[in-house]
């Protein structure tokens, strides 16, 4: 697809960080400097920790760093309908079975290697349950997950900054025991109806793409094109947190900061201002290529901060 219609696709489950930020800066870069659309979404599917207030906050940050978005925003709580859709049409295709396995099952699974499968990946033990084995787990009353046969199926994309991604893809779960339809479900029937074109987002998302490229083709939707950008980590080396100073833009507002001042430091971390800058969005979109990110995007540096310069290893 040669588009770049793109989006920003938060969980309402806390603040945004300066990582979340420069992540959805970059993805409204990708739009905005191609002249595209640029939607939200709301990937509210964990209703135990999502909150409307952290809804209405991330909204408002991304406003004040000047990300704006065309019409309103797609909120994954209301189209359980679309997806069940979604599972019918897995289901003709007989792809989709229950799974009964408890956590512990899967930790104890996850540690086990399985040939062409990815560490963590589900080795497919409820696919190979015997009739009288399901018909007993059927009477236990326990509810079951449902998942899809995907047979370690090597699935490949091109991403734009990494190149070409391959991975055998396993078994996923498209809805859980409570009955919430699973992520990589959502965000891929979600992806095809906003008329996503092209998906930016972090690297840590990268190795589940292949399940959402199969997920796609299986259901013959449009498959995006894919850029995964590096992280802002921490001091450490581990993901941003607390504990690596005022990470969010109301703790920099709290410190006299502007909204301007952090988008030039987010900005200034992949090198598209001098490290001080104050550009404003219109220079932002004309300075900004997206073959000519970095390879590894260094620390954010705002005073506070812990100043290490961490990149991210898968760059
Ligand atoms: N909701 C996910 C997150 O906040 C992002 C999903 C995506 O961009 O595909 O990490």
Redesign the pocket.
Known sequence: MSGHDG?????P?GPLHLG?LR?ALLAWLFARSASSRFLL?I?DLDRGRSRPEHEDGQLRDLAAIGVDWDGEPLRQSQRADRYEEALSQLRALGLVYPCWCTRADLRQAASAPHGELPEGSYPGTCRELSSRQRAERERSGRPAALRVRADAEPVAFADRRLGRVETAVDDLVVRRADGTHA?NLA?VVD?ADQGVQE?V??S??AETTPR?VWLARRLGLPEPAYAHVPLVLGGDGRRLAKRDGAITLEARLALGERPATVRGALAASVGLCAPGDEPDTAQLIAAFDPDRLPRAAPHVRLPGLVPDASTDPRG
């Open positions: 989006r920003y696709a938060p969980s489950t979340n992540t979404r990937e992520y965000v992806d998906v987002r972090g840590d998302l959402q």
